[in-house]
Structure formats: C-alpha cells, structure tokens
C-alpha cells in the first residue's frame, strides 16, 4: 500500500459544509452584528482560502479579539444544530481503505467533537487521530505539527501519507514537512482556488470519484 495513512481535511473535503452551514452561519452574524455588511458564497470560499478565515474577519471586518471570539461561540452554536452530509463516495473510499489496513487521521479548522459527530451521523468510519480548532494556535495548520504528530505515532515516513484538503493551509503544512498533497476541487468552482491548486499541488481531483479511483491504482 502506497499511502497507508490518508489525512483528511474535514470540511469541504468530506462533508459539504460551508455552502449549507459556515456560510449561511457568517451571513447570519454579520446581519446581527454588522448591519448592512454581506459576503458572497464565493468571497467566503476565496477568503478562507487565502488569507484564511481568522485574517479575513479582521481585515475585512475589522474584527478584534473580543469580536473574534463572540464569532467564534456564535459559530459553534450554530454548527451544533446543524450536521453537514458527507460527499457522495466518501463512506466507499474510506471504508475500503480501512479494510486494506489503512489508516484515516483528520486535520482540520472544526472542533473534534463535531468532526467526529458528523463521521458518526454519516456512518464514516471512526478516525484514528483528529486534530482540530482545539488544538492551541501554533498546532493547528498550516503548522506542520498534526503531520509530524501522526507520522510520530504511528511510525510513517512522509511519503506513506496522502494530505487530501481544499484549502491553502492544509497545502503550506504539506509542504513544510514533505507529505505528498491531493487538492479536493469538488466544493466550489472559484477559478483562482482551482488555477493555484492544479498549479502548485501533487494532484488535482474535481469528484471523490476521482480520488478514488486514483487511490485504487496507487494502493493496489
């Protein structure tokens, strides 16, 4: 096997959450704490992209720490009464990964516990190690630590990974410690996501059906 370990990006990579919670979520904030001001589904997706979404609030919103942190609690209400459904494919090609005897760790912006409620609530198989937002600051990516982590543990050299994520940091974390990097283009059509990810990633793939399909060949 390849890739014995496949690490995931959580939102936007396995299940469909920004255009059906985190967006709709922001929008709704904004209407109650900055009347007048309106962000576009597509300047959320670019914004979290690059510079991120910490960077976006402050700079376009002007957000300070005690704004940021009123977002955030309003944020984690509000995904507590929401579940994103995972992208068709998703359960298949992680359920035969672990049935080959591979791994499946997660990375991600969202808190473990919600991550791994919505593995549960979409029949995903249970993750071997989560690294979400309660990390502190300087452990979450693009801080190449989680992968550090992971190879730690379970005794994996940089290439047995695959990183599969949508956005900018997961790239930087990648390439900061030499763990191979599959860019999932299947949440948004932002042309300046996709030019930069088909430009500077290991690979490109617009459908899970993709990655899949891919991962049969490399794994086989």
């Known amino acids: 096997m390849r890739y014995k370990c496949l690490v995931f990006d959580h939102d936007d990579t396995v299940v469909n959450s920004t255009a059906t919670i985190h967006h709709p979520c922001f929008e709704q904030y904004l209407r109650l704490r900055y009347p007048g001001r309106h962000c576009t589904l597509e300047e959320y997706f670019l914004k979290n992209f690059d510079p991120g979404f910490m960077q976006m609030c402050q700079n376009e919103y002007g957000m300070d720490d005690a704004a940021l942190q009123d977002e955030t609690e309003f944020w984690k209400k509000y995904v507590a009464q929401h579940i994103p459904s995972a992208y068709p494919g998703m359960n298949e090609l992680m359920r035969r990964h672990k049935a080959e005897g591979g791994y499946i760790c997660v990375v991600s912006h969202s808190f473990d516990e919600n991550i791994r409620r919505d593995y549960a609530e979409n029949g995903l198989p249970e993750p071997d190690l989560v690294f ?89």
Do not use: H, S
Not at 175 to 187: D, N, T
């Open 132 to 220: 979400g937002w309660e990390q502190p600051p300087e452990r979450r990516k693009p801080n190449p630590w989680p992968l550090e982590e992971i190879m730690r543990r379970f005794r994996f050299r940089p290439e047995q990974l695959l990183m599969v994520d949508d956005l900018k940091a997961g790239y930087d974390m990648c390439r900061a410690c030499g763990v191979p990097f599959a860019a999932a283009g299947w949440a948004n059509n932002v042309p300046e996501i996709e030019q930069f990810m088909r430009r500077n990633c290991n690979w490109y793939f617009k459908t899970v059906k993709e990655l899949d399909e891919f991962l049969q060949k490399e794994n086989g």
